[in-house]
């Protein structure tokens, strides 16, 4: 039986910030730097809680290089090999301080030779902090098991784990070992999910739900997702989101991997939702 939820549900594209009197004189003057301690790996985060999305045209090592200037954390795609991984640790790896160390992700998905792969490029990149455990509709006991799986393994690491869309799951993936919930499913302004799959849910509503889920029990949420210009990123953090994933603003970056095209005299990069 279908149920039908009658609910109000909003995306960003549906609501406003009400200004305020303020005491800044400038945009400039916000200071975006934030500092958080994660749930099960108890580490200490600092940076600009913003987050490149580990698609392949714009989760590089190029574009980390870049991005970590602005302590933005770049989620590195999962389609580089091991030896490619090992390759980058030795020409970059002990050039970075540590804080830097803050600003880059492992992606792996849910496969037994994802796991094993990880661990591996974990091993080669002993300082990198953080995991993205990555699938496009994180509704299966599959991907719980392995969130379960990859914390037992890995107790020092943060684990970023999504995608959900509920207040339930949200807090089922935190109690399985979880640190950072990314929420959103079909948001992203290149995602077929929607379309093809009928699965979605509104990404503000989303991140005001699953937010005050997570954060009951400690843990942090990343929206993933429908932001197509600044001011969806204030609406995102003001809706209760501790870090903000997205794609299509950095994909037409010189550091994004995207073919470039020409039509009508014009420059284009190409790129799609993973």
């Not at 039986?1 to 909003?10: A, S």
């Not at 580490?43 to 590089?60: C, H, L, Q």
Request: proline content about 3%; aromatic content about 8%.
């Amino acid at each position: 039986m279908v149920k039908i939820d009658e609910d109000i549900k909003l995306d960003f594209s549906d609501v406003l910030i009400k200004p305020k009197r303020s005491t800044l004189k400038s945009r400039s003057q916000v200071n975006l730097d934030r500092c958080f301690t994660t749930k099960h790996s108890k580490i200490k985060w600092e940076g600009v809680p913003i987050a490149i999305a580990n698609m392949d045209s714009t989760g590089t090592f190029e574009t980390f290089q870049t991005a970590k200037q602005h302590k933005l954390l770049t989620c590195i795609h999962k389609h580089y090999s091991v030896d490619e991984w090992s390759e980058w640790s030795q020409s970059q790896g002990e050039l970075l301080t540590e804080l830097e160390w803050n600003y880059i992700s492992v992606s792996s998905g849910i496969s037994n030779a994802d796991f094993e792969k990880t661990i591996v490029i974990l091993e080669c990149c002993p300082k990198i902090k953080i995991l993205c455990l990555d699938v496009a509709n994180g509704y299966s006991e599959n991907f719980v098991e392995m969130v379960v799986r990859f914390r037992e393994q890995l107790p020092n690491i943060i684990i970023i784990a999504g995608n959900v869309v509920s207040p339930e799951m949200t807090e089922q993936l935190i109690l399985s070992g979880a640190d950072i919930i990314k929420i959103g499913i079909g948001p992203g302004s290149v995602c077929t999910t929607r379309k093809q799959t009928g699965v979605g849910y509104p990404q503000l509503s989303c991140i005001l739900e699953c937010a005050d889920a997570a954060h009951g029990l400690g843990g942090l949420v990343m929206s993933d997702g429908g932001c197509t210009c600044p001011g969806d990123f204030s609406k995102a953090f003001g809706s209760g989101a501790d870090f903000v994933m997205s794609g299509g603003i950095f994909s037409g970056h010189d550091e994004s991997s995207g073919e470039i095209i020409i039509e009508d005299g014009k420059q284009y990069k190409l790129f799609y939702g993973m």
